[in-house]
């Protein structure tokens, strides 16, 4: 279940879920604190994924230097050490799939707490 070449994603939701519950201590409002909190991962998952697009679709290019990894995020996100001992199309492709389906993932919880949202604020006002 633990994918290494993504551990980036997991060190930022420790800390959002940090975050999450001292803001939630001192707002006590739960939707208020889910939404902004799946706001933000939903953000910052679609520039993950982003740059991992561009860097699975650079290393499709064909180049007499090998494939390497295009940009800062992507490297933060896949590294060269212990985690990631070799790059290949295939992790690159995979990192990328697996990022894409977060941000999705994502963006469902979000459309659901926005129609909550929404929904309890039409019955605040008919009240």
Known sequence: MFN????????????????????YRRTKNLSKTLLMT?????????????SLALNYYESLK???EGIG??????????GEDA????????????????SLWITFILFGFLIILLFMKRKQSKTKDMN
């Open 38 to 50: 799946i706001t933000v991962l939903f953000f910052v998952s679609v520039v993950c994924s982003i």
């Open 69 to 78: 990894i295009s940009n800062v995020i992507a490297y933060w996100l896949l």
């Open 4 to 23: 290494p070449e993504l551990y980036f994603y997991y060190i930022l939701l420790l800390t959002l879920l940090i975050f999450t519950y001292l803001f």
């Open 62 to 64: 064909p180049s007499t």
């Open 83 to 98: 985690w990631a001992p070799v790059w290949t199309i295939q992790l690159f492709k995979k990192a990328y799939f697996i």
